[in-house]
């Protein structure tokens, strides 16, 4: 099963998320479900590297645990209300698919006091 923790701030913005773990979904190679996040994943990165160019955050991957993760840097507030647009639609994107996927799926949030 693939985890996603999205995190978000206390005014409700999503600020970082990790994922970990194989979805499970079928043979390594013909996974629907992996393929799918993957690619929600790559696509995620490469729009958050366009909009904040060398400040891109933090994404950090690990194929030993299968953790990627990513927290938001500090950048001025037209970049963040892009930001939070991309992160937001990656969230929708993942919650639809957890529907579908359940057993291969799972999704929380958590607000990070600050």
Do not use: W
């Amino acid at each position: 099963m693939t985890k996603l923790k999205f995190i978000q701030d206390k005014s409700g913005n999503f600020v970082a998320f990790r994922m970990q773990g194989h979805a499970g979904y079928a043979a390594e190679g013909n996974d629907i479900v992996c393929a799918a996040l993957s690619a929600c994943v790559q696509l995620f990165e490469q729009s958050v590297v366009e909009l904040l160019g060398e400040e891109k955050g933090s994404f950090t991957a690990n194929e030993k645990t299968t953790e990627i993760s990513f927290s938001l840097p500090d950048v001025d507030d037209e970049k963040k209300k892009v930001f939070y647009l991309l992160i937001s639609s990656f969230y929708k994107y993942v919650t639809r698919l957890q529907k579908q996927y359940k057993k291969n799926i799972y999704c929380e949030t958590e607000v990070k006091p600050c």
